[in-house]
C-alpha cells in the first residue's frame, strides 16, 4: 500500500517549536519534490513549504519563511518540517504530499497524507 504518514504535531505554546514527519511506504521517495501544505478550520489550504527530490531547493510561504524550515533524508524516506517561534496563526492540520518530479512546481500531487494536527495555544 502507498501512503504518506505525518507525525508529530500536538499543542505547543505560542514561541514553541515542533517537528513533523512525513514517512513514505509502499514506495520511495528519491523522486518525488515533497510539500508540506496546511489548512486551518474555514480556510483553503496553503502550501507552506516544498524540498525537491535532492533536497537541494526549498521553498516556502512567506509567513513562515525564517521560522520553518523542511529538510528530508532519502535513506530513511522521510522528510521533516522543523517549525520553530510557533504563532497562533499556525494552529491548523498539516499535511505532506509527493509530486513525481525532482522540482517544486504547482501541480497536482499524486499522495497525501492523512494529517497531523498541530495547535498553537497557551
Known amino acids: 500500500q502507498l501512503q504518506l504518514v505525518e507525525s508529530g504535531g500536538g499543542l505547543v505554546q505560542p514561541g514553541g517549536s515542533l517537528r513533523l514527519s512525513c514517512a513514505a511506504s509502499?514506495?520511495?521517495?528519491?523522486?518525488?519534490?515533497i510539500g508540506w501544505f496546511r489548512q486551518a478550520p474555514g480556510e483553503e489550504r496553503e502550501g507552506v513549504s516544498c524540498?525537491?527530490?535532492?533536497?537541494?531547493?526549498?521553498n516556502y510561504a512567506d509567513s513562515v519563511k525564517g521560522r520553518f524550515t523542511i529538510s528530508r533524508d532519502n535513506a530513511k524516506n522521510t522528510v521533516y518540517l522543523q517549525m520553530n517561534s510557533l504563532k497562533p496563526e499556525d494552529t491548523a492540520v498539516y499535511y505532506c504530499?509527493?509530486?513525481?518530479?525532482?522540482?517544486?512546481?504547482?501541480?497536482?500531487?499524486?499522495?497525501w497524507g492523512q494529517g497531523t494536527q498541530v495547535t498553537v495555544s497557551s
Open positions: 504530499a509527493a509530486a513525481w518530479g525532482a522540482v517544486c512546481r504547482p501541480g497536482i500531487y499524486d499522495y
Open positions: 509502499g514506495f520511495t521517495l528519491d523522486h518525488y519534490h
Open positions: 524540498t525537491s527530490s535532492s533536497g537541494g531547493t526549498t
